[in-house]
């Protein structure tokens, strides 16, 4: 290996070390604050809240979406839905109507637009101090909204996000999801705590509606909307933080193509977003955010990618080495048991910095179960998400920088 | 607010979990050195053992000397001392001596299995392979998955293989001795050359006594079931 690919595989892997021990201090400092409720808690306030639902074909979902809004327990009268049908071609607007009895839902219907411009319609609309939305694909916790709004008791909260569920994980793909979301409830958890969230996810993020009244609405922003408002928001200095304890149930991609070409759109989101933003990255004024989140972005792209050729070519070298093993001998199906011997255990450093790294991770999945939880839960989920995603996230991180070389914009389905 | 006093904090913790990782690969490294060369202490006490049983021969009938003693041994220091010269870094110098010492170990227990054969009616054979790991040398690669199938096949195939280029007088001996040139890789058997990649059919065709040790084998296989 040339020396310069030396450096650059220790330096990566040395910045992909420091943003995890950087998560685990935070974590060791502040974990006395995150806090886990399990019973009813009640406000002093309830302020008036408006929440929307954006649908675009959402006729299998959208029903139990709604009904979990109507089974929070919040004041009806404090509580506007918006159900926004973004131009469906199927019977979305139909299973909307059917809501309209209720007095505190409101059915719109427009031409397709795009998810922002239906969101944009309900800010349009909104007259109330807080506004929210959520995916037809996602439904609340009956506690979600109330443990939420205490958040916003600290004025310079601007708004929070809630922590995203995996809901009912049937295949393997879908339970390698559930651990990567585990491990989002702590990672979100800890740059809540650095004032460095770079998402605010569509599924029930609240915000002041100050928020909008001073940056503007959502824009399009490479279909990744929730991501560009946190960076504007980011960008203005305003405060988000992450709520634990408000759970919400999202239906995760259940089949491999699926989940790549969401992860595809999340990624160039994230590359596109950033380029546009650039020039916060690493300026001291724009706080943990510009100096934090962004580069461990970019960094967990660039290992990753950096892991996947390493694991490549070594897959390529060993499969040339026993096709010519085989050439000359004929196939030998017979275990060689003396290699299980710990001698020839790959020792080298850079060995043991991935073991380090994977280490790490593993502390953040039990950190994240347990605080989603409520207890530490060894689960096989860990070794389906390592599977999954080290084979085939690279590919999402390529196809993405891809997209965004030739400005292919991912579509959302 | 930026806590410039936590980046730092992290930046030194980090820095000692990695100079953790570059002591520990040291720390293993060095151990898996110490585990060739305690299995080459064994190999020459063995060695030396036999040498002394041997001389004692005349006092002792052939059923008390074993003739299997070494190559288990052998073969588990060579693949030690092969993933060593590739997987350990900076103990370059070691491991080159330790592969001389362990071409040394190879010649004597060749010099000793021939004794044991004329005296005793062993059925080895043996074979000396050279090879070359200076430069690239894909037909060595393919040789050595060869000989390692024979081997399998035959027990009693006895493989000594040695580093064309390695600076060793006994191995520049061999070479002169066989005047084996520098066409790798090589192999010495029935007191001929051959140069060039062999497969199993050529060496078993060139050998036809490995067929009688096969069945020798066989026989001994039956008897003892």
């Known amino acids: 290996m040339i020396i310069s690919s030396i450096i650059f595989v220790y330096f990566i892997t040395f910045l992909a070390i420091f943003v995890q021990v950087f998560f685990l201090v935070t974590f060791l400092e502040r974990k006395r604050e995150i806090i886990r409720r399990e019973e009813k808690i009640e406000l002093g306030v309830y302020p008036s809240v408006t929440i929307v639902v954006p649908c675009w074909n959402e006729e299998n979902t959208i029903q139990r979406t709604v009904l979990s809004l109507l089974d929070l327990d919040y004041p009806k009268e404090k509580l506007q839905l918006f159900l926004i049908d973004d131009g469906s071609t199927d019977n979305t607007l139909k299973v909307l109507k059917e809501f309209e009895t209720y007095s505190n839902i409101k059915v719109f219907h427009k031409e397709n637009g795009g998810k922002h411009t239906a969101v944009n319609l309900g800010l349009e609309n909104n007259t109330n101090d807080f506004f929210g939305c959520l995916d037809a694909d996602s439904f609340v916790h009956p506690e979600a909204l109330k443990r939420i709004i205490t958040y916003f008791d600290n004025p310079e909260v601007m708004a929070v996000a809630p922590s995203i569920i995996i809901h009912k994980p049937k295949n393997f793909v879908q339970y390698a999801q559930k ?79 699926k989940l790549f070409k969401q992860r595809v759109r999340w990624i160039y989101g994230f590359i596109n977003n950033t380029l546009d933003y650039k020039r916060l990255i690493l300026r001291p004024k724009y706080g943990n955010f510009a100096l934090f989140t962004i580069p461990s972005g970019v960094i967990s792209i660039s290992a990753a990618l950096y892991l996947f050729t390493d694991n490549v070519g070594n897959i390529f070298n060993k499969g040339i080495e026993k096709f010519t093993q085989v050439s000359v001998t004929g196939l030998d199906f017979g275990f060689n048991l003396s290699h299980l011997n710990w001698f020839y255990m790959n020792t080298e450093t850079s060995a043991i910095l991935i073991f380090i790294l994977f280490g790490l991770l593993i502390i953040s999945m039990i950190l994240g179960s347990q605080m989603a939880n409520g207890r530490v839960r060894f689960s096989l989920n860990i070794f389906y998400f390592i599977a999954i995603y080290s084979v085939v996230a690279p590919f999402w991180l390529l196809k993405a920088v891809y997209n965004t070389v030739f400005s292919k914009t991912p579509s959302w389905r | 607010m930026i806590d410039w006093k936590k980046y730092i904090l992290v930046f030194f913790i980090t820095l000692a979990l990695f100079m953790s990782a570059f002591y520990l690969s040291n720390f293993l490294g060095n151990k898996k050195i110490e585990d060739v060369k305690s299995i080459q202490d064994k190999v020459a006490i063995d060695i030396l053992s036999s040498e002394t049983k041997f001389a004692l021969l005349e006092e002792l009938s052939c059923k008390d000397v074993d003739n299997t003693f070494l190559s288990q041994e052998l073969g588990e220091l060579a693949g030690k001392i092969e993933y060593g010269e590739q997987n350990i870094s900076g103990s370059k110098n070691e491991i080159l001596s330790l592969k001389r010492y362990y071409s040394l170990l190879e010649i004597k227990d060749y010099l000793l299995m021939k004794k044991m054969r004329e005296r005793c009616g062993l059925k080895s054979i043996f074979v000396f392979y050279f090879y070359s790991d200076k430069d690239r040398c894909e037909d060595c690669e393919k040789q050595g998955y060869v000989l390692t199938a024979l081997r399998e096949k035959y027990p009693d195939f006895r493989i000594y293989s040695f580093d064309y280029n390695l600076d060793l007088s006994a191995i520049q001996a061999l070479v002169s001795i066989y005047k084996v040139k520098n066409e790798l890789p090589a192999m010495v058997f029935n007191g001929k050359v051959y140069n060039g990649f062999q497969s199993v059919e050529d060496i078993e065709k060139n050998l036809p006594d490995l067929e009688k040790l096969k069945k020798t084998e066989d026989n001994a296989n039956q008897e003892n079931s």
């Open chain 1, 179 to 257: 651990a990567e979301y585990e491990m989002a409830v702590y990672i979100k958890k800890m740059l809540g705590f650095l004032d460095a969230i770079h998402v605010t996810p569509g599924p029930f993020s609240i915000f002041r509606k100050t928020v909008f009244d001073k940056i503007g609405n959502y824009r399009k922003a490479h279909n990744t909307e929730d991501m560009e408002i946190a960076y504007r928001m980011q960008s203005h200095r305003y405060k988000i933080e992450q709520c634990n304890d408000a759970y919400v149930y999202t239906v995760a991609p259940d089949t491999i193509k």
